[in-house]
């Protein structure tokens, strides 16, 4: 549980989810640009410019997607980095 001063991202996305993100095309365009022009050599820039697509596509119209959705994809992408990837007993 948070403490009282930390927000509580889970429940705000449920609340979020519900909420109507309008087709927005120059938002869409925006995200997706400053995506690109973040996106680098390292997998972390890539990692985030992943994260400002994902985000784009809620003002997609031809896209279908929530906060809720986009929370746990980068949720599960960072949890899959920390432990070293997909399979770390690889070499």
């Given at each position: 549980?948070?403490?009282?001063?930390e927000p509580d991202w889970e429940t705000?996305?449920?609340?979020?989810s519900e909420a109507a993100f309008p087709?927005?095309?120059?938002?869409?365009?925006?995200?997706?640009?400053?995506?690109?022009?973040?996106?680098?050599?390292?997998?972390?820039?890539?990692?985030?410019?992943?994260?400002?697509?994902?985000?784009?596509?809620?003002?997609?119209?031809?896209?279908?997607?929530?906060?809720?959705?986009?929370y746990r994809n980068v949720r599960n992408?960072?949890?899959?980095?920390?432990?070293?990837?997909?399979?770390?007993?690889?070499?």
């Open positions: 549980m948070p403490a009282d001063d705000d996305l449920e609340a979020d087709a927005d095309p120059e938002r869409v365009r925006l995200l997706r640009e400053v995506g690109d022009d973040v996106r680098g050599e390292s997998s972390e820039s890539k990692q985030i410019a992943a994260f400002l697509y994902r985000v784009s596509d809620l003002y997609d119209p031809e896209e279908d997607t929530s906060p809720e959705e986009i992408i960072l949890n899959v980095k920390e432990r070293g990837g997909l399979r770390p007993d690889r070499d």
